[in-house]
Structures are given as C-alpha cells and as structure tokens.
C-alpha cells in the first residue's frame, strides 16, 4: 500500500528566502506526483504535476523535482512572499489506479 | 483543465439529520472522488464516484452513511447522513482526466 510522507510538518521562515519542502513516497510504480497548495478552509489548487518519466517542473518561482527511484520529490520555492503561506500537499498517482495518495502536507508561513 | 464548483460552500446541521452536497465540474471527468479532511488533517479518501452504478467505498466509509450518486459524467452527489459533531469537516469533491486531479472549493460542515 502507498503512503506518502512530507517533511518538514512546518515551516517557517522571512520574506525572501528560498525553501525545500520534500515529499517520500513508499512504492515506486508512480503514475505521476502533484503538488498542491491549500489555503486554510479552502480547496486545493494544482501547483505541479510530474509524470513518472520526468525529472523536474518548472513554473514562475516553482521547481519540482522527481527521483522516482529513490521514492523522493521535492518542492522548491524561490525568493519566497508572503503571499506563499499555505499548506502544501503532494500526491501520488499509482500505476495500476486511478487513487492519488495525499500526504500530510506541509504548513509554510512567510513572514514580511 | 477542469473546473468544479460545489454547493453549499458550508452548512451548520444538527446532530442526526443529513446534508447533501452537490458537485458539478465543467468537462467531462473519467473519474469523480469524494474526501474528507477532519481539521488539522490531511485529505482522506472516502470513495469513487462510479457513473450509473455504485459507488466504490474505502475501508472505514459505508453507503449508508456516505451514500453517493453519479448520474453522469459531471454530476455527483454526497449525502452525510444521520450526522454527529464527529462528521464535522471540511469535504471535498474531485475529478481527474485520468492525467491530472482537480479539486472543487470544498464544503466545510459542522455539525452541532
């Protein structure tokens, strides 16, 4: 059975900075990982997906990176806002279904 | 891309009665979810939206607690029934294109 984990739990840190948030996932035979940000009480909205054959993605001050053998993505956050604060989650699709796994997510706060 | 929009936003209900959510996403889905995130948590899988027949339910998630419909491919029903301060959450509808996973802006439910 999948199981996702993410580290740190928590995170804070000034404007400014650049930030890793890591993903570990136990079963290699991925589909696709995809990150999401979540403000409190609201939905999730799709960050970056990386399919299983790709090693990293790009969007603005976003960077994912996959080493799907190592069961490993992380999450890079350049020049970090407050704007930034949010939980993150990862999720992983499997190869033989349609479930994506979520971890617990990473609470990020940005301070000005 | 998919948009899904999900109704009512919130609700406060009283110990065992039932709420109904209703989920519409603007494009056809292969798939349709249900989770529910308790607060402080992450995202818990609580079944698959199956069109025309019967939802697939996760370990610990029953039909008649949790029945769901799914008449066609962008229309999907979540009741919560005979509810307690316990079902008190956040629930979220989801759909993916069998490629990336879309999430409508949840349902936050408290039940006194």
């Known amino acids: 059975k999948q199981e996702v984990t993410q580290i740190p739990a928590a995170l804070s840190v000034p404007e400014g900075e650049n930030l890793v948030l890591n993903c570990s996932f136990t079963?290699?035979?991925?589909?696709?990982l995809q990150w999401f940000r979540q403000d409190p009480g609201k939905g999730l909205t799709s960050l970056l997906l990386i399919q299983s054959s790709q090693r990293e993605q790009t969007s603005g001050r976003l960077n994912a990176s996959l080493d799907k053998s190592s069961g490993r993505s992380t999450l890079y956050i350049a020049a970090s806002q407050p704007g930034d604060s949010a939980t993150y989650l990862c999720?992983?699709?499997?190869?033989?279904?349609?479930?994506?796994?979520f971890g617990p997510g990473t609470r990020l706060s940005v301070l000005p | 891309s998919a948009v899904i929009s999900q109704k009512p936003s919130r609700d406060i209900c009283q110990r065992g009665t039932s709420l109904t959510i209703q989920c519409q996403v603007d494009s056809q889905v292969t798939m349709m979810f249900w989770y529910r995130q308790q607060p402080g948590q992450s995202l818990t899988l609580i079944a698959t939206?199956?069109?025309?027949?019967?939802?697939?339910?996760e370990s610990g998630f029953v039909i008649d607690k949790f029945p769901i419909s799914r008449p066609n491919l962008t229309f999907s029903t979540l009741t919560v029934s005979n509810m307690s301060p316990e079902d008190s959450s956040i629930y979220l509808c989801?759909?993916?294109?069998?490629?990336?996973?879309?999430f409508g802006p949840g349902t936050r439910l408290t039940v006194t």
């Open positions: 989801s759909g993916t294109d069998s490629y990336e996973q879309y």
């Open positions: 079963d290699s035979a991925i589909y696709n």
């Open positions: 999720a992983v699709k499997d190869s033989y279904g349609q479930n994506f796994v």
């Open positions: 939206a199956n069109q025309g027949s019967e939802a697939t339910y």
